[in-house]
């Protein structure tokens, strides 16, 4: 956005002007005018003080200097325009391009010594357009998050399945609810269980172990208590080690490994 240089503590700022400049292509043509592709907006400022407008000597929440002064929307031919504030990036660049007049509101800072952009006029049809590209965006986007949510579920499920099995055959007497059970935890997606590594993923036999194991130390060993009793995390597994393997010994069978 482009502003003329002001004084501080002072709301004069020009409307932006078209200017034409030359380009001599070859030293026997005509000069021609090139065109102008990207203008300076036009500007509009929220005065922070009291203000007369420059032709109608009446007042208002918005002006635009030109050269009698300050003039209001009216006298100026832009109170048919309807403000966006400024916040959504997308809604303004939307309705600026639909808008076949538009400025841009600014405000003057005391504290930073400085104009800050508030927003932009439109007029109101392609606010309204920019809206309704808005929303089937947005409709569009819960569409994909809705299609992605049901992939992902889809993928859990179907690992958790894979884990499942890949327990049974390396526990072959784990029961099977159990395996489903250690699968589904071991598996939860965001939870950065082991289940959740590459190495889960790819139902590696060591990561698949990890998982048993961890399941069995919480569920049936008394390391839950020693944690909550103050004893260490390493003491609590050295104490729990033999009834840990004493379930994995009996979950793997006579042929065990």
Known sequence: MSMCP????????????ATLTFVTRSRQRTPEPAV???????????????????????????LIMDEPGPLCLACAELDHLVFLPAGDAALTRRAKKASGLSAVV?????????????????????????????????DAR??????????RAAEDVELAASMADEIRRLFPRCPARRAEAIARH??????GRVGRSAAGRALDEEAITLAVVASVRHEDTGYDSLLMSGVSRVDARDRTRLAVDRVLAAWRGAGGR
């Open 142 to 151: 819960m569409r994909r998050r809705e299609r992605d949510r049901e992939r």
């Open 186 to 191: 071991a598996s939860l997606r965001g939870s």
């Open 36 to 62: 102008v592709t990207d203008a300076p907006d036009l500007l509009v400022i929220q005065p922070v003080r009291e203000w007369t407008c420059a032709q109608c000597r009446g007042t208002g929440d918005l």
């Open 106 to 138: 600014v405000r003057w800072s005391r504290s930073r010594k400085r104009y800050e952009r508030q927003g932009v006029l439109v007029e109101e049809a392609a606010l309204e357009q920019a809206e309704q590209q808005c929303l089937a965006d947005e």
């Open 6 to 17: 002001v004084p501080a503590g002072r709301e004069h700022c020009h409307a932006r002007t």
